[in-house]
Nanobody, 112 residues
Framework: QVQLVESGGGLVQPGGSLRLSCAAS????????VGWYRQAPGKQRDVVAV???????NYADSVKGRFTISRDNAKNTVYLQMNSLKAEDTAVYYC??????WGQGTQVTVSS
């Protein structure tokens, strides 16, 4: 049984930083593409960052230069380091792996 568990969300002021974690069981992250998505209220779920099994990364234009996706194979965990956060980054962030595995989501709120 595959399980993805996100953590690290919370409330942060504009300009602040957060690091999201996604710990996996039942799936080996290193052999699958993994990604972070986000969904703001009333909007569709959009891709934020993707990391392929070969280590190639891709980012949404809105987060380039501010967010970094990475993977710790020993811990079977994927991270999303988010810096210089803006109010428009407020959303529920979801971890995704393989073809169709999703985490439950973690809320990120950027507000003063």
């Amino acid at each position: 049984q595959v399980q993805l568990v996100e953590s690290g969300g919370g409330l942060v002021q504009p300009g602040g930083s957060l690091r999201l974690s996604c710990a996996a069981s039942g799936i080996i992250f290193s052999i699958f593409p993994v990604g972070w998505y986000r969904q703001a209220p009333g909007k569709q779920r959009d891709v934020v960052a993707v990391l392929t099994s070969s280590g190639v990364t891709n980012y949404a234009d809105s987060v380039k230069g501010r967010f970094t996706i990475s993977r710790d194979n020993a811990k079977n965990t994927v991270y999303l380091q988010m810096n210089s956060l803006k109010a428009e980054d407020t959303a529920v962030y979801y971890c995704h792996a393989g073809a169709s595995f999703w985490g439950q989501g973690t809320q990120v709120t950027v507000s003063s």
